[in-house]
């Protein structure tokens, strides 16, 4: 899919540490296949066919890789993970390919995207160095990043810095229109419970 667009690489954040969840949400249930919450997005980006696909893990790491299907992904561990996801990508960059020049952003705790999103994103991002996707309620995930704009992603600090990059950078990015609302992700059991909702299932379902 994103061979139009040269190298692109896809990072899959899923270093969280969990703190308000109470257990590592990338190991909860998610689907009827006996997935993972994590595996699930996994899965997604590796359907992205991205050229390179990078996992960052953090907290819950060695579960992670024992529960998950890491299959066709360069990982890596941000040991720094409680200062926040700015520190996973500074991580990732580490392992970045040197052909890559786009750089797709994607949570691993988000797992209402679909490959079509990121098709739609890339689309949709024309010549600009950066992209969001634009839903129905507010600007959300994934993002696309040029390799101008590498740099000064790897100097982010804490879990906002990906947001202060865009409004520092705004006049450079483009909003991609995508129908629906955000895709949920999971920072609370509530959350996690809207997200089962959101896709049918339940948690002993899933």
């Known amino acids: 899919m994103p061979s139009s667009d040269g190298f692109v ?18 190991l909860l249930p998610y689907g009827p296949a006996s997935q993972t919450l994590l595996g699930h997005v996994v899965t ?9 696909l990078v996992v960052a893990l953090g907290g819950a790491a060695d ?8 299959g066709g992904a360069e990982v ?45 994103l890339l689309a949709g991002r024309g010549n600009a ?12 995930h994934p993002f696309v990043f040029e390799r101008r704009i590498f740099g000064e992603l790897g100097n982010l600090h804490g879990d906002k810095g990906v947001w202060r990059l865009l409004d520092q950078r705004a006049d450079d990015v483009v909003e991609v229109r995508m129908s629906g609302p955000v895709p949920l ?7 996690y419970e809207a997200v089962l909702a959101a896709a049918g299932f339940t948690e002993a379902q899933a």
């Open 9 to 26: 690489t896809g990072l899959v954040l899923g270093a969280g540490g969990s703190r308000r969840l109470g257990r590592p949400k990338q």
């Open 44 to 52: 997604t980006a590796r359907a992205c066919d991205f050229d390179q």
């Open 63 to 70: 579960g992670v890789r024992e529960q998950v299907d890491l």
């Open 76 to 120: 890596v561990v941000n040991d720094a993970f409680g200062s926040g996801c700015s520190s996973s990508i500074a991580t990732a960059l580490g392992v970045v390919d040197a052909r890559a020049e786009l750089l797709v952003l994607m949570l691993g705790d988000q797992p209402g995207v679909t490959p079509e999103t990121v098709q739609v």
């Open 129 to 140: 160095p950066a992209a969001v996707c634009r839903y129905d309620d507010q600007r959300g």
């Open 185 to 191: 992700d999971v920072d609370t059991p509530e959350d």
